[in-house]
């Protein structure tokens, strides 16, 4: 894979629906997660299974408005391994991923399970060369939380959603 630029913000309303193209339910877990940002995760579809290592591109706090950019290695894998590798991992979550049809970037909406049940993020990955170029954002997005390290799928594997307070919660809309 290489480069990944992304931008990710909460979702106001559920008109993003209407854009579906495709969806999507996986599992995940994380092998991982140092405090410099270097997670390797496993993942799977019931179909396909992965295996991905992350890393910022440069040392220090992400950005919090504007593109996050890291380094992406993603490596397919048996299914049968992703799910023994799973079966290993202390941090999962469990999520609905939705490709849309939407023009600017490669957009998804991930609706989150289980103890993350409740939380729904839309993420944009943009290109290298213009990361804002073409880039329209559409009215059912909420805030921005791009670099917001509690919401990376990470975080929410080790602290859920369901674990947070309500006035966390609140705040990110403001």
Request: proline share 6%; charged share 20%.
């Amino acid at each position: 894979m290489g480069l990944e630029i992304e931008r990710r913000f909460l979702v106001r309303t559920t008109a993003w629906q209407s854009l579906v193209r495709t969806s999507v339910h996986l599992s995940q877990g994380y092998i991982s997660i140092s405090p410099h940002g270097v997670t390797t995760r496993v993942r799977h579809d019931h179909a396909k299974g992965w295996l991905t290592l992350k890393a910022p591109v440069a040392a220090g706090a992400a950005p919090a408005t504007g593109p996050i950019r890291r380094w992406e290695f993603e490596y397919a894998i048996p299914l049968g391994d992703a799910k023994c590798l799973l079966d290993h991992c202390p941090h999962q979550l469990r999520k609905e991923r939705h490709t849309l049809n939407l023009a600017g970037g490669d957009w998804v909406v991930d609706c989150f399970a289980d103890a993350n049940h409740g939380l729904v993020l839309a993420e944009v990955e943009v290109e290298l060369e213009r990361p804002d170029a073409g880039l329209c954002l559409p009215r059912w997005l909420g805030p921005e939380v791009t670099g917001n390290g509690r919401l990376s799928n990470a975080a929410l594997a080790r602290h859920p959603w369901s674990q947070w307070l309500e006035q966390e919660k609140q705040a990110l809309w403001r």
